[in-house]
Nanobody, 125 residues
Framework: AVKLVESGGGLVQPGGSLRLSCAGS????????LAWFRQSPGKEREGVVI????????FYSDSVQGRFTISQDNAKNTVYLQMNSLKPEDTAMYYC??????????????????WGQGTQVTVSS
């Protein structure tokens, strides 16, 4: 069975850093588009970043460009999200999602086949 498991969330002060992980299993990890989404209470789900694990494609939302960095380790079937200069507005549940096909509207989330259970990130002093 396909599985995505996020980890690494927690409480951090503004300006701090966290690294999230998304470990995949049950599918050909190196040929998928993996994206990180976030959602906080009362707000719509937001696509943060997407990467093609086969290489050559990465795209960030404007809200995190320059602060967040996505990376991958295909040997470990894991994608990482390094989050620096965190702000209170980054507080949300963070999810990873996967699809074998390039989403036409990657930030909406409707075209992904698999989702993880999420990991909470709270940025607060």
């Amino acid at each position: 069975a396909v599985k995505l498991v996020e980890s690494g969330g927690g409480l951090v002060q503004p300006g701090g850093s966290l690294r999230l992980s998304c470990a995949g299993s049950g599918f050909t990890f190196s040929r998928y588009y993996l994206a990180w989404f976030r959602q906080s209470p009362g707000k719509e789900r937001e696509g943060v970043v997407i990467i093609y694990t086969g290489g050559g494609f990465t795209f960030y939302s404007d809200s995190v460009q320059g602060r967040f960095t996505i990376s991958q380790d295909n040997a470990k079937n894991t994608v990482y999200l390094q989050m620096n200069s965190l702000k209170p507005e980054d507080t949300a549940m963070y999810y990873c999602a996967a699809t074998p096909l390039l989403p036409r509207r990657w930030r909406l989330g409707d075209e992904y086949n698999y989702w993880g259970q999420g990991t909470q990130v709270t940025v607060s002093s």
